[in-house]
Nanobody, 123 residues
């Protein structure tokens, strides 16, 4: 059974930092590209960033570029989202997702999804 479990969300103030973790089980983690997404109330889901299965490539949305960093620890089957200089507009439910390196899916379509963790940033 594949499980993706996010943690590390919570409350913060503008300018704070938070680190989200996504612990993965039930699959060969090193073979999966890992993405982070967020969805704010009343808004569409937004891709925040991803890290390739090899770890050699990363992508960030313009809204978080320079502030957020995605990393992975294959020994721990965990992907991280380091969020610095948080802004109120970063308030959302953050979810991680996994896509196999040979998956036919592309773009924002991933094979597996976590349930999400809430991040709330106040002024």
């Amino acid at each position: 059974q594949v499980q993706l479990v996010e943690s590390g969300g919570g409350l913060g103030q503008a300018g704070d930092s938070l680190r989200l973790s996504c612990a993965v089980s039930g699959l060969t983690f090193r073979s999966y590209t890992m993405g982070w997404f967020r969805q704010a109330p009343g808004k569409q889901r937004e891709r925040v960033g991803f890290i390739s299965w090899s770890g050699s490539d990363t992508f960030y949305a313009d809204s978080v570029k320079g502030r957020f960093t995605v990393s992975r620890d294959n020994a721990k089957n965990t992907v991280y989202l380091q969020m610095n200089n948080l802004k109120p507009e970063d308030t959302a439910v953050y979810s991680c997702a996994a896509r196999h390196r040979f998956s036919r899916r592309s773009g924002d379509d991933y094979d597996y999804w976590g349930q999400g963790t809430q991040v709330t940033v106040s002024e």
